[in-house]
């Protein structure tokens, strides 16, 4: 998996690539893109996204699993918003609005149809 964009500060938009997502039936496809931002919030609070996985569904859908990394000794929260969106609609996908101290593996996973998701 390959990470590009971003600023030197840790926020803004970045993509990750994956060399190709391995489908149910354990084939890998093409590359799978996706591209997530990371909002002055996120940074302030010492809380990153990780992208853990991307695997293609086998029906033109796929599935972006993520974590995240925060790095404070207390939970932090982040509500739906500005910092912490997905695109395209519906900004809220299910993903953490509280982050507990730690690195957390597979946190939450979101489906869609392929193309960005931001």
């Keep these: 998996m390959s990470l590009s964009g971003g600023n030197p500060n840790g926020t803004g938009s970045f993509t990750a690539t994956c060399a190709g997502a391995i489908n149910v039936a354990g084939s890998t496809s093409a590359p799978v893109s996706v591209s997530y931002s990371v909002g002055t919030a996120v940074i ?65 996973q979101v489906t869609w149809s392929g193309g960005n998701l931001v």
Excluded: W
Excluded at 48 to 72: K, M, Q
């Design 44 to 108: 302030d609070a010492a809380s990153r996204p990780v992208i853990e996985c991307v695997v293609t569904n086998g029906d033109g859908t796929y599935t972006a699993r993520f974590g995240y990394s925060n790095h404070n000794s207390a939970a932090v929260t982040i509500l739906m918003g500005t910092n912490n969106k997905l695109t395209p609609s519906p900004i809220d996908r299910g993903q953490t609005t509280q982050f507990e101290p730690g690195r957390k593996v597979n946190a939450f």
